[in-house]
């Protein structure tokens, strides 16, 4: 198998969802269906000089997914697409891998999220007063969108967990998208949310920092399992033992 070859989505995803408005609960008739999701590529690719994707992009429209160990690395930086990606309510395809992704969702979360879901909201805010100060009116769905970030990252700093849907939030913020909330109303909920998840912040039930070790161990036994797969199909070649008795010392 090439490290670009498009089977790497169809044959070795591990986790996949619906994200975007009909996660969030916003979808309305003319709503595109957004999918993520996370596949693991065979570890004997990694052992060619041209490594598989990061991410792939398609092969459907509006399909976009990640290979574990990037997936992995964003998560515990507190990515907030990646994070909320595995939480959506929308759930298509998982695997006995997934499924261990999945259960070990909370230790991706910690308090890092108060700064990167406050950096994202500041690009999309000056993004949006740049549209107000050159159109003299933001792009409404992207107002409408940002608020929704800002109730999350509040309620997860306040919580301890990251909720999607926005539930009895849903009629409000689809009044923001249709324009009919002004702009200065939209700023003041806006500052209002960001104060409140820095309020929040310092009395979060959230760790610090997230669980590196757990998931570095669950992402070292997937990629082990997947070595030892290779190693049942190519019994009899010593190369392939061999590589697979490395990694087996290595864990011990």
């Known amino acids: 198998m090439h490290p670009q070859d498009p ?3 169809r044959d070795h995803t591990i986790y996949s969802c619906v994200m975007g408005s009909r996660a969030f609960g916003l979808a309305t008739d003319g709503s595109d269906t957004d999918r993520r999701g996370i596949f693991l590529a065979p570890t004997p690719l990694f052992w060619h000089f041209e490594k598989p994707p990061t991410h792939v992009d398609g092969p459907a429209d509006e399909q976009f997914s990640w290979e574990l160990e990037r997936f992995c690395e ?3 930086r507190a990515n907030p697409n ?8 929308l759930v298509e395809h998982v695997t006995d891998t997934g499924r261990e992704l999945l259960a070990l969702r909370g230790a991706f979360l910690s ?3 108060h700064d990167t879901f406050a950096r994202y909201a500041l690009g999309q805010r000056k993004k949006l007063d740049a549209d107000v100060r050159t159109h003299g009116a933001p792009r409404w769905k992207h107002a409408m969108h940002l608020l929704r970030l800002l109730m999350s990252c509040r309620d997860l700093l306040r919580t301890g967990e990251l909720t999607i849907d926005v539930g009895d939030e849903r009629e409000p913020l689809l009044a923001v998208k249709r324009g009919e909330v002004s702009w200065p109303e939209v700023e003041s909920r806006m500052n209002r949310l960001a104060a409140e998840a820095e309020e929040a ?3 979060s039930p959230l760790p610090a920092e997230p ?5 570095e161990e669950f992402l070292f036994r997937t990629r082990r399992a997947s070595a030892l797969r290779l190693l049942d199909a190519y019994a009899d070649d010593e190369v392939v033992q061999g590589v697979v008795r490395a990694v087996d010392a290595r864990q011990r």
């Open 7 to 9: 089977t790497l989505v």
């Open 201 to 203: 912040a310092p009395h």
């Open 111 to 113: 308090r890092r999220a």
């Open 211 to 215: 669980d590196r070790e757990r998931i």
């Open 82 to 89: 990646v994070l909320e990606c595995l939480h959506s309510p």
């Open 74 to 76: 964003l998560a515990l």
